[in-house]
């Protein structure tokens, strides 16, 4: 969708490798979420100084906490993987800075669900637009379970280089 550059972050290797290879083009870059994981971010930004859109989507208090460090000038925070546990929403608290984050370095912060009426309509022309070929790579076929085979599928979807897992009802 005309981006230059788009960094991979994520922490198992045998999952980052597969997006990269079933995703991935001369503009996705690779990075593994370790102790470097934010000097390695900005250092693949370059010539940039740091990321112009960060999107987190990792349902854990450690991805939120990581995508604030990644912001930078003008950066676009869109964090759509909400924290719930069996205890409910935890507070992540985070300090900012409104004159020297928000109003000086212009970052932008927002939330999503993916199922604004305006998202759904943009995931439909996308859909049925044929602009998603690689639409298929999300789930192979050791990723697809019939319901009688839950206890498969969790086992599965906690494999690391699994992407997600399909669980059909019919």
């Avoid at 305006?118 to 192979?140: C, D, E, Q, S, V």
């Amino acid at each position: 969708m005309g981006a230059r550059k788009i960094i991979l972050v994520n922490r198992g290797a045998e999952r980052l490798e597969r997006v990269l290879r079933d995703f991935g083009d001369d503009r996705v870059i690779g990075v593994r979420w370790d102790e470097n994981v934010v000097a390695n971010v900005f250092a693949a930004c370059r010539p940039f100084n740091e990321p112009h859109f960060v999107m987190m989507n990792v349902p854990a208090r450690e991805g939120y906490e990581l995508s604030v460090k990644l912001l930078g000038y003008g950066t676009v925070l869109d964090a759509h993987a909400g924290v719930k546990g069996a205890g409910g929403k935890p507070r992540i608290a985070h300090e900012v800075d409104l004159n020297n984050d928000i109003h000086y370095k212009l970052q932008c912060y927002q939330a999503t669900h993916g199922s604004s009426m305006h998202g759904i309509g943009l995931a439909h022309r996308l859909l049925t637009g044929g602009k998603l070929p690689k639409i298929g790579f999300m789930t192979n076929a050791s990723e697809r379970f019939h319901h009688t085979q839950i206890p498969e599928a969790i086992k599965r979807a906690a494999d690391s280089d699994s992407l997600k897992v399909i669980i059909n009802w019919d």
